[in-house]
Nanobody
Framework: QVQLVESGGGLVQAGGSLRLSCAAS????????MGWFRQAPGKEREFVGT????????YYADSVKGRFTISRDNTKNTVYLQMNSLKPEDTALYLC????????????????WGQGTQVTVSS
């Protein structure tokens, strides 16, 4: 069982930056690939990016590539999402998720989910 808790969301102006964190429970954090997703009101959950357990590989949605960076610190059981050059269309609830195995952009592939942290980007 893995419990995930996101933090770091807030209100930021367009062009600004935020860093989200996702703290995980459990001793086998490095066994899990971690993903970030987002969901705006009335829209489907959208893939943002993912990172392998050893942080050797990452994969991003085209909409955030070059602006967002995922990293992890397995000694702290934490994964991060650094978001730069934020746009109003980035406004959403951001959720982290964990899955055993390799990277996936599909929400259904993930076993564990956090409750999310709200990011609002004003124009």
């Amino acid at each position: 069982q893995v419990q995930l808790v996101e933090s770091g969301g807030g209100l930021v102006q367009a062009g600004g930056s935020l860093r989200l964190s996702c703290a995980a429970s459990g001793r086998t954090f490095s066994s899990y690939a971690m993903g970030w997703f987002r969901q705006a009101p009335g829209k489907e959950r959208e893939f943002v990016g993912t990172i392998t357990g050893t942080a050797g590989s990452t994969y991003y949605a085209d909409s955030v590539k070059g602006r967002f960076t995922i990293s992890r610190d397995n000694t702290k059981n934490t994964v991060y999402l650094q978001m730069n050059s934020l746009k109003p269309e980035d406004t959403a609830l951001y959720l982290c998720a964990a899955r055993r195995g390799f990277l996936s952009a599909t929400p259904q592939a993930y076993e564990y989910w956090g409750q999310g942290t709200q990011v609002t980007v004003s124009s």
